[in-house]
């Protein structure tokens, strides 16, 4: 029977590399994350070829007998795209095109096209396309190419499509007046960041597809845009939260992810913006992910390269209720009890427990534990709060709260 999704699905063929740098089973991570991105991106996984070397190939990134591997496969079941794990440089791309025959993606122009997809708003078309452009400017080649053989699909969306007159020049035109346009949102958003007043800011934060924006909708009672996709939310959403006495914004952010594009780490200032300005970090994780701490430390990482790294933050551990462990026998003497044999409380008398930064476990979906996580919200929130109020205030904020209940 035919696989229906392959029907409608653009077929690729996923490439990566076993490396100093990258092993074998960081390699087949990457390659499934991958896989996910190719499946947002409206694609379908035919096949994985991965190569064993030292480092890539500086001209064709694999090796040619590899490569042509890689092409006998495409050419003999009807391949139209071949998706590589790491960006690509103009030359490889142009390299690889020719031994090929078909369009060629890296990982950097899958995601670029994903947010090419979910941008709604002005600003985050905006961004997107500024990132598309910086993307571009050097691959112009490439881009004539594909123009030659009228192809479309994943990662031919916005200005690949549009400028297609385009020389260098107006490709810089275009960044420039992008770039004033971003000036004057991230002027506009400023004003509304100062127009919130002093009130706590709060921001969710985290690998993409962790659950922030069901915590979101759970928390704020709102109706957040959440699918089980990459980069589900793009768009930045503030809403106004009363947890107890305590007024607060709560601030949903795109999510992170591992190898993020550096042009969307500099277009997206605006957005990374309202996580520098935030007073309180919560820190989504997917405790349910095998890889989960991999994902911290990719967070953490670019948290750290925004300046975000010191800052109060509650760790939250999302999605217990899909967590999941191995078990071993009692009479099982061979097997050594590793992670993946686990349990929540296992997890939980680890380095979580020595963590330096509070923690939660919750399901935002199932709404398991999410008084404990209100109640440990508040009193981070109330820290801040006393700080940065008079203790007048903060009692107004309990008299209030007390006529409401009356």
Known sequence: MIDEREVISEKTVLIGIISQKQDETQSTEYLDELEFLTLTAGGVSVKRFVQKMEKPNPKTFLGVGKLEEVRDFIASNNIGTAIFDDELS??????????????????????????????????????????????????????????????????????????????????????NILKKKLITIDKQMGIQRKNRGKMVRVALVGYTNVGKSTLMNVISKSDVFAENKLFATLDTTVRKVVIKNIPFLLTDTVGFIRKLPTQLVESFKSTLDEVRE??????????????????????????????????????????????????IDDDDLTTEKGKEHYTLQDWKKTWMNDYDVPSIFISALNKNNLEEFKEQSYQEIKKIHIQRFPYNDFLYYEFKEEELEE
Request: a neutral charge.
């Open 90 to 175: 103009p030359a490889q791309i142009r390299n690889i095109e020719k031994i090929l025959d078909c369009k060629i993606l890296d990982r950097t122009n899958l995601i670029l096209d994903i947010f090419a997809q979910r941008a709604q708003t002005s600003s985050a078309k905006t961004q997107v396309e500024l990132a598309q452009c910086q993307y571009l400017l050097p691959r112009l080649t490439r881009l004539w190419t594909h123009l030659d053989k009228q192809k479309g699909g994943i990662g031919m969306r916005g200005p690949g499509e549009t400028e297609i007159e385009t020389d260098r020049r107006i490709i810089r035109d275009k960044i």
């Open 278 to 327: 935030a007073d309180l970090l919560l820190h989504v994780v997917d405790i349910s992910h095998p890889n989960f701490e991999d994902h911290i430390a990719s967070v953490n990482n670019i948290l750290a390269d925004i300046k975000c790294a010191d800052k109060p933050t509650l760790m939250v551990f999302n999605k217990i209720d899909a967590y999941s462990y191995k078990t």
